[in-house]
Structure formats: C-alpha cells, structure tokens
C-alpha cells in the first residue's frame, strides 16, 4: 500500500509559478511511475506529466509542455510538478498518483487527496 500528500498548491496570478509536492509512503519509491493528473470543474481527469523512473521516458501533456517540469527525489520519496507561466485554463485539483512500474495513467493505482491550483487574471 502507497499513500500520498501532496502539498503546495494555492493562488496565483496568471503568469505565475507553484510547486507542487507529494510524498509517498514505502521503501521502494524508486520502482513505481509518478504521475501528476488534474481535474477541472465540468471536466474529465487529464493526465499532466508522467515520471515512470528508471530513466524511462517523461511524458507532458501538450497543453503544459515547456511550462511544467516533472521531478522526482527517490531519496525523499517524493515527486515534484514545477508550474511556470500559468494560465487560467490551469485552474484544476491536481492529484498526484503511483503505480508499481507504472507508465500509463491505467497503471496508476494510489491517488493522493489532491491539491487545489487556482489562477486569476
């Protein structure tokens, strides 16, 4: 069993920037993908950033490629998602998730709470 926090989300200003944390439970961090998914009102769950570990390949969700980065410290087991020049169209709960191995967003089975981003004109 995994559990997640995640932690930093908040208001901003559009143009701003956030860093989002999560920590996760368990001594084998380095073996499952992380994920970053966000949630809008109305809206389905969209699947942000991807970082399966193990020197696998990052994926970004073409609406926040070069404007958000996916991190990872396996030493603290946490995942971080640095949000720069953010948009309105940002605004979502944002969840952070891990699967064993995991590289598609079907793999990922813990969630955290999520965190609310909001940003404003």
């Known amino acids: 069993q995994v559990q997640l926090v995640e932690s930093g989300g908040g208001l901003v200003h559009a143009g701003g920037s956030l860093r989002l944390s999560c920590v996760a439970s368990?001594?084998?961090?380095?073996?499952?993908?992380m994920g970053w998914f966000r949630q809008a009102p109305g809206k389905e769950r969209e699947t942000v950033a991807v970082n399966p570990g193990s020197g696998g390949t990052i994926y970004y969700a073409d609406s926040v490629k070069g404007r958000f980065t996916i991190s990872r410290d396996n030493a603290k087991n946490t995942v971080y998602l640095q949000m720069n020049g953010l948009k309105r169209e940002d605004t979502a709960v944002y969840y952070c998730a891990a699967g064993f191995q995991a590289t598609t967003p079907n793999e990922f089975h813990y969630w955290g709470q999520g965190t609310q981003v909001t940003v404003s004109s």
């Open positions: 368990g001594r084998t961090f380095s073996y499952y993908g």
